[in-house]
C-alpha cells in the first residue's frame, strides 16, 4: 500500500487541462504577422532591386508560359539612345520628374474625362510590373497605391526609368525597349534613332495591336507628337532626373 493513502481510496488525476480554441485576437495577431512578414520580404526585394535587375516579373512568367516563352535583354540606361527615355517618359508620364509617383493632376483629369483616360505614372506601371499582376481590381490599385510612394522614396528617378524601359511590355512575346528595338528595327536600342525611339513609345499603351516597324497612319502621328513632347521636356527641364 502506498505510504500516506488511506485504505479504500483511488488516486485522484488532475483533469487534462482544456484545449482553448483561437481566438478572434489569436487570429488578428496571426494575420498581423502574415502581414509583416510580407511586408518585409517586399521591401526586401525594392532594397535589392535598387542595385540588382530584376531578373524577371510575374506578367513575364505569365506570358512565357502562355506563348512558351519571350524575349528580353536588360540594358542599362547609358547604353540605351538618350531619346528612348525621353520618348517613353514624353508619352507615358511627361511629369515624371515634377512628383512623388502620383501626378495628381493627370488624375484630376482622368476623373474628369472617364474612365477612358488613364492616369498612370510610370512609377505605378513600374510597381504593377515588377511586384504585382496585371488587369484592373480595387486590391491591386490599392496595394499599388501603398507600394508607388516607397519605390519613390527608395529608388532614384533614373532607376525607376531603367527598370520600367527594360519590364514594359513592347510587344507580342517582347519585353523591355532592348527586344523591340531588335524585333522591329534589327538594332540595339543604342542606335535607335529619335523617330524610331518615338514609334516604340507610341506602341506602348497597346504593344500587341500597335508595330512600330510597319506602323498606321495613327501611330506615325502619335510619333510625331511624342516625338515634340521629347524635345519640350527636355528644353524645360521637365528631364533632368532621369539624363546625366
Not at 145 to 161: D, F, G
Request: aromatic share 10%.
Amino acid at each position: 500500500m502506498a505510504k500516506g493513502r488511506k485504505p479504500g481510496t483511488r488516486s485522484r488525476r488532475k483533469p487534462a487541462p482544456r484545449r482553448r480554441g483561437f481566438t478572434l485576437r489569436d487570429i488578428l495577431r496571426w494575420a498581423g504577422r502574415g502581414v509583416a512578414a510580407v511586408a518585409g520580404v517586399w521591401l526586401f526585394f525594392v532594397l535589392l532591386f535598387t542595385v540588382v535587375n530584376p531578373a524577371v516579373t510575374p506578367y513575364m512568367l505569365a506570358e512565357s508560359w502562355r506563348q512558351g516563352g519571350v524575349s528580353r535583354d536588360w540594358v542599362d540606361l547609358e547604353e540605351m539612345a538618350p531619346e528612348v527615355a525621353l520618348s517613353v517618359v514624353a508619352a507615358e508620364d511627361a511629369n515624371f520628374c515634377l512628383h512623388w509617383g502620383f501626378d495628381m493632376r493627370a488624375i484630376r483629369a482622368a476623373l474628369d474625362e472617364g474612365a477612358g483616360r488613364g492616369a498612370s505614372t510610370i512609377t505605378q506601371q513600374v510597381v504593377k510590373n515588377v511586384f504585382l499582376w496585371q488587369g484592373r481590381s480595387w486590391p491591386r490599385k490599392a496595394l499599388e497605391a501603398v507600394m508607388t510612394p516607397v519605390v519613390e522614396l527608395v529608388w532614384s528617378k533614373r532607376r525607376i526609368v531603367e527598370v520600367y524601359l527594360n519590364v514594359a511590355e513592347t510587344g507580342n512575346g517582347l519585353f523591355g525597349v532592348e527586344a523591340a528595338a531588335e524585333a522591329y528595327f534589327g538594332r540595339p536600342a543604342a542606335d535607335l534613332r529619335p523617330g524610331q525611339a518615338a514609334l516604340i513609345a507610341a506602341a506602348l499603351p497597346d504593344p500587341k495591336g500597335r508595330n512600330p516597324s510597319r506602323p498606321s497612319g495613327f501611330l506615325r502621328a502619335r510619333a510625331a507628337v511624342i516625338a515634340d513632347g521629347a524635345a519640350t521636356i527636355r528644353a524645360d527641364g521637365r528631364a533632368a532626373c532621369f539624363e546625366d
